[in-house]
């Protein structure tokens, strides 16, 4: 089975995120499965999310207990289409970000994450690393961004950073 995810991080509602993006909203249309990597600051965001497909979301930072009562832990470990995936939303430091998040998740083959609104797709310590950046605050960027995942057979096809502004 092949999945197209789309991967969201720090959409910052309502200050950011009024409601989701028509660019964004393109992607989310394709999506079989929706990643956010916290900092989504109001369950309205998430709900109007899993109107497009089903939505797997870790807290951040800015996430109060609404957002984790919709379904937001601090940590989240999936099988999708046979890959091994862990989520968080602050991975810490760049420096042995990658060794430290395979003791954290040890068993995962990606790993996705937020916090710093950095797009990042790179392999690192044997593990790939997956940052978004933020579609609706770029800061320091120069296009705020999404991501988009092929998976199939447990193999990850392809990653994506897409700007959206």
């Not at 933020?134 to 700007?163: F, K, N, V, W, Y």
Request: charged share 25%; with cysteine.
């Amino acid at each position: 089975m092949k999945l197209r995810v789309v991967v969201l991080a720090d959409t910052h509602a309502p200050r950011r995120w009024k409601s989701c993006p028509p660019r964004v909203a393109e992607h989310l249309a394709k999506a079989d499965v929706i990643l956010h990597a916290g900092d989504v600051c109001v369950p309205e965001v998430l709900t109007e999310l899993a109107e497009f497909a089903q939505v797997h979301v870790v807290a951040g930072n800015n996430d109060g207990p609404d957002v984790v009562a919709w379904g937001a832990p601090g940590t989240v470990e999936l099988d999708l289409a046979g890959l091994k995936v862990g989520m968080i939303h602050d991975s810490g430091q760049k420096d042995g970000r990658g060794a430290r998040m395979r003791r954290l998740f040890p068993e995962a083959d990606l790993v996705v994450y937020g916090h710093s609104h950095i797009p990042m797709d790179l392999t690192e310590a044997g593990l790939h690393i997956f940052n978004p950046g933020s579609p609706t605050d770029r800061r320091r960027q120069p296009h705020g961004t999404i991501g988009e995942l092929d998976i199939e057979d447990g193999r990850l096809l392809a990653s994506r950073i897409i700007p959206v502004t």
